[in-house]
């Protein structure tokens, strides 16, 4: 079945540091990629996207890019500010073809503290 | 557009009282439509999702069950809550059919506390 893999949290980092957190995924086809975020107490928040292989997703200069040959999608971001601690949910939803539903599969989750 | 609504926002309930949770959805129509749970302190566990009225499918044994009476309505319940069960419930939905692009949209959440 299909699958995401995030790297293990908590993320710590100072303002203006360089952010990467990672995603690897198992999926038959070309799945489309997703990254959520999701602020303390509150829901999930789509925050990129990307639907084909070397696509990069962008938003509030975060970035992601579909990387088929090692099925990653890799999120960075130049200069965290303290707005961004959040967690951070890496996703796939099938591709056409792929059979069965259009669950979407979620990632477990990476925790980022930005610190003044 | 499409929103999704989610209640209650939070809520307390004694172990082995029954458990409600509604979540509706508008301006689509067919949706899957999702259960998740956070426990403190962890990632999103899949609990049930739905590909149409009466089609439930449950991703992990538990106390709790779902229901789609409606197509955009989805309910999660429990005839017995356990200290377990607490932690943070998200509904979910996204849109139906094969292809790619389908993300899932989610509501703000309910906080269960079993006490």
């Known amino acids: 079945g299909n699958s995401v893999t995030q790297m293990e949290g908590p993320v710590t980092l100072s303002e203006e540091a360089f952010l990467t957190i990672n995603c690897t995924y198992t999926?038959?086809?070309?799945?489309?990629l997703f990254w959520y975020v999701q602020y303390p107490g509150e829901g999930l928040q789509l925050l990129l996207k990307?639907?084909?292989a070397d696509d990069k997703g962008s938003n509030k200069g975060f970035e992601a890019t579909y990387r088929k040959e090692t099925t990653s999608f890799h999120l960075e971001k130049g200069s965290v500010q303290v707005s961004d601690s959040a967690v951070y949910f890496c996703?796939?939803?099938?591709?056409w073809g792929s059979g069965g539903y259009q669950k979407v599969t979620f990632g477990t989750g990476t925790k980022l503290q930005v610190i003044p | 557009s499409q929103t999704i609504h989610q209640w209650p926002a939070t809520l307390v309930q004694p172990v082995g009282s029954p458990l409600s949770l509604e979540c509706t959805v508008e301006?689509?129509?067919?949706?899957?439509l999702y259960w998740y749970r956070q426990a403190a302190g962890r990632g999103l566990q899949l609990l049930f999702y739905?590909?149409?009225?009466?089609?439930i499918s449950s991703e992990v044994p538990q106390n709790l069950s779902a229901s789609r009476p409606q197509d955009r309505q989805f309910i999660l319940s429990s005839k017995k809550l356990l200290l377990s069960d607490s932690g943070f419930y998200l509904c979910?939905?996204?849109?139906?059919?094969?292809?790619?692009?389908?993300?899932?949209?989610f509501g703000q959440g309910t906080r269960l506390t079993v006490v």
């Open positions: 979910a939905w996204s849109g139906t059919g094969f292809g790619g692009n389908t993300e899932a949209f």
């Open positions: 301006g689509t129509s067919n949706p899957n």
């Open positions: 739905s590909v149409g009225i009466g089609q």
């Open positions: 999926a038959t086809g070309y799945p489309s």
């Open positions: 990307a639907t084909k």
């Open positions: 996703a796939l939803s099938p591709s």
